[in-house]
């Protein structure tokens, strides 16, 4: 707790800095210009972005298209040529949960030993602090990002080089890019609208490569943006995995997004995307696979997804389903998001208002791991331009963990939580 009484006591200081330089007529840029004036001190080669980090350390939204974000701020003079630019964020929550089971907690985006007794806890954690480097010469972006996070899996080091990936490419001259390095699978959206938590289709369906580099060759212009990525054959991060007996690059996915425009004001993004290989390959369900069954075989997904807006309303859907069923659960595995949110103000600050409601689904109709279901509801302010504050409350209904849901699954668990967060950024 003396971590977050710090985080507050900051939170409170960075505040009534910005309250003394507030205007009555500034609802459209509500904070002084503090980036130019880090800059300032800095070497001419060294450079801050709060725009940029804020996009690439952000795991709720761009979280599969980060290189292409990369190209457009190149191309918007966010990211300057020739330069350096380093960044930092920490995202720290504190938890308040309750359930009608001992020791099931159905939280997303927390894992199992986080929740193994009681039926009530209250703790506080930090998701990740984070550094990272961006390097920006004629046709190159090299990026790297470490992390330290308190969400590891057990055997983990709660330390790693998340993401380090160096893009070719420059939108001004070309359409075309590629990237190669350690980075989110262009595979699907896996946006999320609430401040912290994640929905299904990414808790079940997220896909990163490891330590072999994968290669996004990619088009980006006139609101197209289509990907292909050559994935080596073995077990990456989250959902990503391949058959024992393969080698070399046999893994892959595919992704193709259309921004339009209908009038001045309605706004639509579709997209679509597939992944050949999934974690739902085997006959029992042991993550990491080199656990378990050695009879895999390829098992791929496919995406579809679309976000509507007008105005200051975003409104999401997203839905992935495996090719084939899992045989550990004797079901295809499928995830729904629907979500909105609106954009606001309370006391000048911008404000964010969410809804999320996710489903995913492993199981026959009457199994007893046949789905789970999330609701979020959530507020989020950025009270200074490098701090973020945060709420959420969220409804969780069924208890099936993706490692032996068969063995552990209780569909009778209903579970409340509210956390509340801060994002430091710079």
């Known amino acids: 707790m003396k971590l977050f009484s710090l985080l507050l006591i900051t939170i409170v200081t960075f505040s009534s800095i910005n309250e003394s330089h507030a205007q009555t007529d500034t609802r459209k840029a509500p904070f002084p210009d503090v980036q130019a004036k880090i800059n300032e001190g800095m070497p001419p080669f060294i450079q801050t972005s709060r725009e940029h980090s804020e996009v690439m350390f952000d795991r709720q939204d761009h979280v599969t298209d980060k290189a292409a974000q990369q190209l457009l701020m190149r191309q918007d003079g966010t990211l300057e040529s020739n330069k350096f630019y380093i960044g930092g964020r920490f995202n720290g929550t504190i938890i308040s949960e309750r359930t009608n089971t001992d020791g099931k907690f159905p939280i997303l985006s927390r894992l199992p030993p986080t929740h193994t007794k009681g039926n009530s806890d209250t703790f506080s954690m930090v998701n990740d602090a984070s550094i ?8 190159i972006l090299a990026y790297a990002q470490g992390e330290y996070t308190e969400l590891a899996y057990t055997g983990q ?13 420059d939108l001004d001259k070309f359409p075309v890019y590629l990237t190669a390095g350690k980075k989110t699978v262009s595979f699907g959206n896996m946006d999320s609208y609430a401040p912290f938590t994640h929905g299904h289709n990414s808790h079940y369906f997220w896909a990163q490569n490891d330590d072999n580099p994968l ?9 197209w943006h289509v990907t292909a990525t050559a994935i080596k054959a073995d077990r990456g991060k989250r959902v990503l995995n391949a058959p024992d007996d393969e080698d070399g690059y046999k893994n892959f996915a595919t992704s193709v997004t259309k921004n339009f425009t209908i009038g001045d004001i309605h706004r639509f993004k579709i997209g679509a995307g597939f992944l050949r290989g999934t974690i739902y390959d085997g006959t029992l369900a042991h993550h990491p696979p080199v656990i378990g069954s050695p009879d895999r075989s390829w098992n791929g997904a496919w995406n579809i997804n679309g976000v ?3 105005g200051s309303f ?8 495996t090719l ?25 600050f911008p404000t964010t208002y969410s809804a999320m409601y996710s489903q995913g689904i492993q199981g026959e109709s009457g199994d007893e791991w046949e789905r ?14 490098n701090v973020t504050i945060g709420a959420e409350y969220l409804l969780n209904s069924g208890f099936v963990p993706l490692i032996m849901p068969t063995v552990i699954a209780d569909d009778g668990v209903v579970s409340h939580t509210g956390q509340v967060g801060v994002k430091i950024t710079f």
């Open 324 to 348: 084939k069923e899992w045989e550990a659960t004797g079901a295809h595995v499928h995830a729904l998001n629907l979500q909105g949110r609106y954009r606001d103000y309370i006391w000048e």
């Open 215 to 223: 290669f996004e060759l990619g088009y980006l212009d006139k609101g």
């Open 314 to 321: 975003d409104f999401m859907g997203e839905f992935t389903r």
């Open 308 to 310: 509507y807006s007008i």
């Open 132 to 139: 990272s480097g961006t390097l920006t010469l004629p046709w």
């Open 157 to 169: 080091s709660p330390r790693d080089w998340r993401k380090y990936f160096v893009t070719i490419g």
């Open 372 to 385: 789970m279901d999330q609701f979020v509801a959530g507020l989020e302010m950025k009270i200074h331009p």
